[in-house]
Each structure stands twice: as structure tokens, then as C-alpha cells.
């Protein structure tokens, strides 16, 4: 299992249990890419354990069961293309380095659908 070091904020640790360590993707259950993690954080609220996930992208998360870490892809969902970008700005292994395959990058692109316009 291949294991991505983390750098937790100051935040982070004064107010939750930054993680050291985790698998180098995150598949969130309601989100339709594959993120690469920049820091992964646990906090207890209400009892109960919530994980608030930052991605290299500079999108984030927060869930109490919905994130799957990952080892290794399989081609079936789409890598965000800016954290692979970033991934390789900062000297990371690539998606395709850590699957032994292709892994297919992209985005996702928001679509105008009020005021008349057409499809």
C-alpha cells in the first residue's frame, strides 16, 4: 500500500487529529472525480467521527462515512485534472505511476440552463 506524507495546518492540529499519512486518492461517494488529498483531518462532533478532507485542487470535503481512500485506480471514474496537475507541480508520483496504467484526467464543466438557452 502506497502512502502519501500529509503536512497538517495549525488549524488542524489545535482543533482535530490530523492524519500523517493516507492513500494517495480519495473517492468521495457523492462527487463524480477522483481527488488527490492534501490534508486529511478527524474531528468529533456530536460523538460522532467526521474526517474534513482538503484536496491539492483547493476543493474540500467533510463526511462521516462518505470518502473511500485509494491505492490504485482502475480507469472507472475520472481523476480531477487540477490535482494531477498540481500532483506533478509538486514532484508526486502521477496517476498513472501509482495505478501501472492510464488513468483518465478531466473536469467537470457547469452549463446554463435558465434563460432560454438551448442545448
Not at 62 to 78: A, E, M, Q, R, V
Amino acid at each position: 500500500m502506497q502512502k502519501l506524507k500529509l503536512k497538517p495546518t495549525r488549524f488542524q492540529r489545535e482543533h482535530g487529529s490530523p492524519w500523517e499519512s493516507c492513500a494517495p486518492f480519495v473517492d468521495n461517494d457523492r462527487a463524480q472525480l477522483i481527488h488527490r488529498p492534501k490534508n486529511v483531518t478527524m474531528y468529533k462532533l456530536l460523538e460522532k467521527r467526521h474526517l474534513a478532507v482538503t484536496f491539492l485542487c483547493g476543493s474540500a470535503s467533510s463526511g462521516t462515512d462518505k470518502f473511500t481512500f485509494i491505492d490504485s485506480l482502475n480507469g472507472n471514474k475520472l481523476v480531477c485534472a487540477r490535482c494531477e496537475a498540481i500532483a506533478k507541480k509538486l514532484n508526486l508520483p502521477s496517476a498513472d505511476e501509482l495505478s501501472g496504467m492510464h488513468i483518465h484526467v478531466g473536469k467537470l464543466v457547469p452549463i446554463q440552463t435558465c434563460c432560454g438557452v438551448k442545448e
